[in-house]
């Protein structure tokens, strides 16, 4: 007989038919009602078992956690709480769970303790819930840049450029750490190395997916990237995933319109499809939110808050701007922020970015124009704006409520010289780009694109208050487990 579903059951609801069901108990009440889950859906199937058809010592294996067979009829359910259950004829243990030894418990659990049982996370109904809606996002994803006729572009993982000029990276090397080659001068020989030069995991595809562009019109990557960078927080891994859609002939506002389509697109799909276990994460939300004091409770439940979102235009506001509004602002006047706003030119600090989206617009804000100074080299160089102090480039961060930066993107310098020039300027290898500016020797035209991280997103969809919670296992300072 072949297994169903419980995801298929409650929602065909075949009364009368013969099924059978595998699973996870996650209740048995009064020796007679189980709950069982298999991972298909957020809700459990009531499985019903005649404690005096089967063995006592059957029954007492029944335990919360343990894996289970049944075999029965599907009735209507005479009880609350579900419309149907399953009579239960045949049942067959699977694998065991000693609840003296099993560290979940049917109880609410620490995020923190669930982090360091990660592998057994995946078990309770919010992590489950979590990694629904992760795959949920990622396919919106997908189907979204598929409808517009974007490629999907696979980009190197290793890789000797260090894209974001950030210098945060992870070698990878097969030479020996004890005992490496030296050159003459007493440096490391990494000529010597698996690839013959120094590399390191990827940064960002972005470089790469440019080159793509230029040839094949509208591209994305969808992968995963790494950052050495020591940053402690909710919000940083070192391994994460990105989303790096580039596009020919777009401009700084056709990137920040199709960047706002994209997540509206996704959150929309995941309110569609993820009603269920949307609800589970909500209501831990709920919880969370009243453990805090009064003035800091969200007014909006989850599912208003991706409303809001996918059913407002988000704001759009130069950096200048931006800077105006935070120094004349209130927490600043107050010396309430830990970096105080004085002049243009300094990088935002995510307390900044919080302030604007969350106090002062209430809206997802997308900075733009941005000072060169703080951005990457490949950025557009803008002609000098009116009443600006400094050269700005054709930058934009959409900005959300509680993440703070969940993309970063650019119209691309796609002038050979002015692109040369901040190469130099930012003392930035040509010759080991050759290959990157080759794009703008050779039919180069004006194009842009930007990152999406994806468990920003993930994060902002569900709930969730650390980004450790919306990666399977997460990579960060101090931590590879798994
Ligand atoms: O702003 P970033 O550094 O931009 C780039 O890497 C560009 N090459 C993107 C492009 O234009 N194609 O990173 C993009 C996004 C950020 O907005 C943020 O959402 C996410 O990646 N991100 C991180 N997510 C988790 N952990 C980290 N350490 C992250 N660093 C960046
Ligand atoms: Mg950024």
Known sequence: MQRSKIADILREEPV???????????????????????????????VVVDFERFDAATLDRIKFGACISATGTLVESQGK????????????????????????????????????????????????AVFRIRHALAYAIHKFFNDRGFCYLHTPIITASDAEGAGEMFRVTTLSMENPPRTESGEINFKEDFFG???????????????????????????????????????????????????????????????????????NYALEHCADDLKILEDRLTEEEKTKPQDQRSELSLTEKLKFVSENEFIRLTYTEAIDILRNSNPNKKGKFQFPVEGWGTDLQSEHERYLVEKHFKKPVILTNYPAAIKAFYMRQDEPLEGVPGPTVSAMDILFPGIGEIVGGSQREERYDRLVNR?????????????????????????????????????????????????????????AEF
Request: proline share 5%.
């Open 423 to 479: 190469m130099r300027e930012m003392h930035i290898p040509e010759e080991e780009l050759y290959w990157y500016l080759d794009t703008r020797r050779f039919g180069t035209c004006p194009h842009a694109g930007f990152g999406l991280g994806f468990e920003r997103l993930v994060l902002f969809v569900t709930g969730m208050t650390n980004i450790r919670d919306v990666i399977a296992f997460p990579r960060y300072p101090g931590s």
């Open 197 to 267: 030069k120094s590399t390191n995991l990827t940064v960002s595809g972005q470089l790469e997916a440019e080159l793509g562009a230029l040839a094949l019109g509208a591209v994305y990557t969808f992968g995963p990237t790494f950052r050495a960078e020591n940053s402690n927080t909710t919000r940083h891994l070192a391994e994460f995933w990105m989303i790096e859609p580039e596009v020919a002939f777009n401009d700084l506002r056709d990137n920040m319109d199709l960047a706002e389509d994209m997540l509206r697109y996704v959150i």
């Open 16 to 46: 009368n038919s013969e099924v059978l069901v595998k699973g996870w108990v996650k209740a048995f009440r009064n020796n007679q009602f189980i709950a069982l889950n298999d991972g298909s859906t957020a809700s459990n199937l009531q």
């Open 81 to 128: 709480g579900q419309k149907v259950e399953l009579k239960t004829e045949v049942l067959e243990i699977l694998g065991d769970c000693n609840p003296d030894e099993y560290p979940l418990q049917p109880k609410k659990q620490s995020p923190e303790f669930l982090r360091e049982n990660a592998h057994l996370r995946f078990r309770t109904n919010t992590f489950s």
